[in-house]
């Protein structure tokens, strides 16, 4: 089935470490978006990539890092540089305005 | 001033009635407006999409877009406990949309069987 698959659904990490969080489309799609969504918060744009190899930062870019080695692929490292991981994260990918979004994966920094 | 204002709710009504969401926004340029809705724990999944000012009905869902006075509506008749999710609305500049969509916060919709 197309799709977009994030994983790991649920992740923990201690306070410090980098995590990375996958992404992957098999849409043939261009473009790739990640978002952040806390509660009372709405989407948050991190990073968004329209074509292989070239990405760009959005709203909230500090602390995060992503790169587009593949058409299907968009990973994003949460450094310890980010203040406030703990969120839910989404990946989506676009051709057109309607983006398709994956099931998120649940960071949570103890 | 937030570019994009919605009422997080929750928002809790009788199984069978009309349901009216609403999101203000401030800034003109926008030309795209869409509605996701999200399950608890999901990705959020696209439900209307919108050009410029003007309505759009599919099945029990009805859209509407006032660019005079920067304000989008989604109507659910005859809504069911099916439908209780967060309901986000998010807009665009541009037709291609490459550069990402600004949501708002997401209603919380409950239908009560």
């Known amino acids: 089935d197309g799709g977009i698959t994030q994983s790991p659904k649920y992740l923990f990490r201690k306070e410090g470490q980098n995590v990375t969080l996958s992404c992957e489309q098999n849409l043939n799609h261009d473009a790739m978006y990640w978002y952040r969504q806390d509660p009372g918060q709405g989407l948050r744009l991190i990073y968004y990539s329209q074509i292989v190899n070239d990405f760009q930062k959005g709203d909230i870019a500090e602390g995060y890092s992503v790169s587009r080695e593949k058409k299907e692929s968009f990973p994003l490292t949460v450094t310890s540089a980010q203040k406030n991981p703990t969120a839910f994260y989404l990946c989506?990918?676009?051709?057109?305005?309607?983006?398709?979004f994956g099931e998120g994966s649940r960071l949570t920094v103890l | 001033q937030k570019e994009v204002e919605q009422d997080p709710g929750p928002l809790s009504v009788p199984e069978g009635a009309i349901v009216s969401l609403n999101c203000t926004y401030s800034n003109s340029a926008f030309q795209y407006f869409m509605w996701y809705r999200q399950y608890s724990r999901k990705g959020p999944e696209l439900l209307m999409y919108?050009?410029?000012?003007g309505n759009k009905e599919d099945g029990r869902f009805t859209a509407q877009v006032d660019k005079s006075s920067k304000y989008i509506s989604l109507f659910i008749r005859d809504s069911q406990p099916s439908d209780s999710a967060t309901y986000l609305c998010?807009?665009?500049?541009?037709?291609?949309?490459?550069?990402?969509?600004?949501f708002g916060k997401g209603t919380h919709l409950i239908i009560q069987p």
């Open positions: 989506a990918s676009s051709n057109t305005d309607e983006l398709f």
């Open positions: 998010a807009m665009s500049y541009s037709g291609g949309g490459a550069d990402g969509l600004t």
């Open positions: 919108t050009y410029s000012s």
